[in-house]
């Protein structure tokens, strides 16, 4: 086999545990992800509450502990006081940033148990487009204090006496975005925050926050915006955040397939930044990162525009539908390697979205629900990739690409679960032609045995799942790795994401 990559893993030679949080995702009031998504009353698999169970065991699946809401752009003119108290007095609002008809039939109330359902925490987004601290407090006071108060009893009057105890707080949503109700600049941005930051403290000191980081890489204000913002916030918040999107707008699958380099040096360029922040202000505190917005996102756009600005105001209209692909699960797979990377800065992320919305399950308004391509590389990572992650000292053949220049054939990291005694290779060949030979130095792991090798592949990089048919997913390819004197050699298909993991 001409093309070959060689990795040395050692237990010793460790990044960082990763937290369990990198897996997290993201629900918004946005199309079909409430909706018709994880909520149907008078669905056969709903439950009482409305809620559908079908969906609850497919997140559970994923294993997914912490998510996101109510937003996204929705969170900047949200008036969450709309969204809590008894349904039938619950008013209609015009949400403006997808332009929709909010019904506010699920709320924080309800969100907050069926997350329960699901075994995850909420990371709750406050208001800062049309609104301010006031209300951010209003909101932690709502959910997080005990009782006699007026928020924190007007809670127990709607029936839930327990705080929700909500940990996880982000300060705004893309306020550097020219779309985003309540724009900000810079300044005005991280002098907001910083004092929005403060209130919330006083009222709950254990809480963690998230500042506004950019939207993605290509805005003009990159990382001027960290830089200045954090200024600001830098000794009042935990995490900065990130935001990015990817797509194979050009339909060239090689170079579709580079855009983790880019990832990855968004990433190397925001811990550049806080770093330099911290050195300003001779700071012994590191900030974290939470990529709190990632995914494959382009396939619907034209469709969405056209429901924004041709048919507004209806109830959960099927917008950012995108139907995942072969090749999409492949880029997820090489961003959530990315991810473990990173595991000593990136300490929370989001995968956008969950149900329906750029996400990995899909429902049937009618039927059942369904996994996408993307489900499968995404439930490997959370399943597999909990540990400390390894340093892995790579070579890989490479080849050339159109944008990105010359691309390794291999993409791989392995997590290392100590009280398991499990170790865990994720691996991506990018290479569209050839197969690749992978060997895997584990010499440091004595005793250790190939427990199995897993793979999704498949010869039509367009192929695509639907209800009741699943073109792509997982199989075992255990003949493909031979383990000799320490040395694992694994042949890596064509376009293929392995799961290669040893136990003893």
Request: overall charge negative.
């Amino acid at each position: 086999m001409s093309r070959r990559a060689k990795m040395v893993l050692d237990k010793e030679f460790r990044i960082a545990p990763v937290d369990k949080r990198i897996y997290g995702s993201f629900i918004e009031h946005l199309g079909r992800a409430v909706y018709e998504g994880i909520y149907q009353p008078g669905h056969p698999a709903a439950d009482k509450d409305g809620f559908r169970q079908d969906v609850v065991q497919l997140v559970k699946e994923l294993d997914v502990p912490i998510i996101r809401y109510p937003g996204g752009n929705f969170v900047s003119n949200f008036y969450w006081e709309d969204s809590v108290g008894p349904v039938a007095n619950r008013p209609h609002r015009l949400e403006l940033a997808w332009r929709s008809l909010e019904k506010n039939e699920v709320g924080l109330n309800e969100f907050s148990n069926w997350a329960k359902q699901v075994n995850s925490e909420v990371m709750m987004a406050v208001n800062l487009g049309t609104r301010g601290i006031s209300d951010a407090c209003n909101l932690l006071e709502y959910c997080n204090h005990p009782s006699g108060t007026k928020y924190s009893d007007m809670r127990v009057s709607h029936g839930v006496k327990d705080p929700h105890n909500i940990k996880v707080w982000c300060l705004g949503n893309e306020m550097d975005g020219p779309w985003q109700i309540g724009h900000k600049t810079m300044e005005e941005y991280g002098r907001l925050a910083e004092e929005t930051a403060k209130a919330m403290r006083l009222i709950d000191p254990s809480i963690e926050l998230v500042s506004c980081g950019s939207s993605n890489r290509d805005m003009p204000t990159f990382p001027d915006w960290e830089a200045v913002t954090l200024s600001h916030t830098y000794d009042h918040v935990d995490y900065i955040s990130m935001h990015q999107y990817y797509g194979n707008r050009d339909n060239d699958s090689n170079d579709y397939l580079a855009q983790s380099d880019d990832m990855d040096d968004f990433i190397r360029t925001i811990i550049s930044t806080c770093d330099y922040v911290k050195a300003k202000k001779r700071s012994k505190k590191v900030m974290n990162l939470s990529f709190d917005e990632w995914n494959v996102w382009f396939h619907s756009n034209a469709a969405d525009d056209d429901i924004t600005e041709n048919h507004p105001w209806q109830v959960a209209p099927p917008m950012l539908e995108d139907i995942y692909n072969f090749e999409d699960a492949l880029l997820v797979g090489l961003m959530l390697i990315t991810l473990i990377k990173h595991a000593d800065r990136v300490k929370m992320a989001c995968l956008a979205q969950l149900v329906n919305v750029i996400a990995p399950i899909m429902t049937d308004a009618a039927g059942g629900a369904w996994k996408q391509t993307i489900f499968y590389p995404f439930m490997h990572a959370s399943k597999y990739g909990r540990g400390e992650a390894l340093l892995p000292v790579m070579n890989s053949t490479k080849h050339a690409t159109a944008k990105h220049d010359e691309i390794t054939d291999i993409e791989s990291v392995a997590v290392f679960h100590e009280e398991a005694d499990e170790v865990t290779i994720f691996a991506v060949n990018r290479n569209l032609e050839e197969d690749v030979e992978l060997q895997s130095d584990v010499r440091s792991f004595e005793g250790y045995r190939i427990l199995e090798h897993i793979v999704l592949e498949n010869e039509d990089l367009k192929a695509v799942n639907g209800l009741g048919m699943e073109k792509v997913a997982p199989v075992n390819a255990d003949d493909r790795s031979k383990l000799d004197g320490g040395v694992i050699t694994s042949v890596l298909k064509k376009a293929s994401w392995n799961v290669i993991r040893l136990g003893k």
